[in-house]
């Protein structure tokens, strides 16, 4: 799979967008770009994930630029409890009968959202 | 619906002592994951069942890491004997196979090990 690079940490106020980037530039065609994100003591919760078409649903809004090696995550009018660990993830598609293969997680995005 | 439940939620340990983790999936599930999750690093996937076959285990150590899931629904994982490199968090995770790729993996709140 693809290596994925995210900043460490970013912080947003409250009501805010937050955007988070995410660099794939070895990304190949085949290979999806997913989003999750970990709120403290809490198991990783699935966001949402695209191929290379914007993609929005009722969390947030995945923009994937033309080349498809960047990525921007969004969260419209973020709230304290948006705050959590965010980790961009490439998959593969293919290679198994089952598909259900692993993720592979980064170190992520620690967003903090500010009162 | 319940999510996926694990137990305990902490566990403290002595090294060279045996612990066991368990896991029960969302109904329906047929693949589960187990992942541990050392402090401040994503997820690392340890084994993935499909039903109850274990398909991918090779980033278990298996000279002391042991998996199970015997009906192929909930799931045991044991260490013994523990090490001291061990303390982490153990995920547990299930998704259905019916939208394949697309599948949403369900992840449970996980077990926090500490091992003295």
């Known amino acids: 799979d693809a290596k994925t690079t995210q900043p460490t940490s970013m912080d947003c106020a409250e009501g805010r967008a937050a955007n988070l980037p995410c660099n794939h530039s070895?990304?190949?065609?085949?290979?999806?770009v997913y989003w999750y994100r970990q709120i403290h003591s809490q198991g990783p919760q699935y966001i949402i994930h695209?191929?290379?078409n914007n993609e929005t649903n009722e969390m947030a809004s995945l923009i994937i630029t033309e080349d498809r090696k960047s990525s921007t995550l969004i969260l419209p009018h973020a709230t304290l409890r948006d705050t959590a660990v965010y980790y961009c993830i490439v998959r593969v598609r293919g290679g198994s009968n089952f598909g259900n293969e692993k993720l592979t997680f980064g170190t992520g995005t620690r967003l903090t959202i500010i009162p | 619906e319940a999510g996926v439940v694990q137990s305990p939620r902490y566990k403290i340990i002595e090294k060279k002592q045996p612990v066991a983790f368990w896991c029960n999936p969302i109904?329906?599930?047929?693949?589960l994951y187990w992942y541990r999750q050392n402090l401040g690093q994503g997820p690392e996937l340890l084994i993935r069942y499909e039903n109850e076959e274990a398909v991918d285990d090779s980033q278990l150590p298996k000279d002391r890491f042991s998996a199970e899931r015997l009906k192929g629904v909930d799931s045991t994982l044991k260490i013994q004997p523990a090490e001291l490199g061990d303390s982490a968090v153990y995920l547990c995770?299930?998704?259905?196979?019916?939208?394949?790729?697309?599948?949403?993996?369900?992840f449970g709140p996980g077990t926090r090990l500490t091992v003295l």
């Open positions: 695209g191929l290379k």
């Open positions: 995770a299930s998704t259905s196979s019916e939208r394949g790729f697309f599948s949403e993996q369900f």
């Open positions: 070895t990304i190949s065609g085949n290979e999806y």
């Open positions: 109904s329906g599930h047929n693949t």
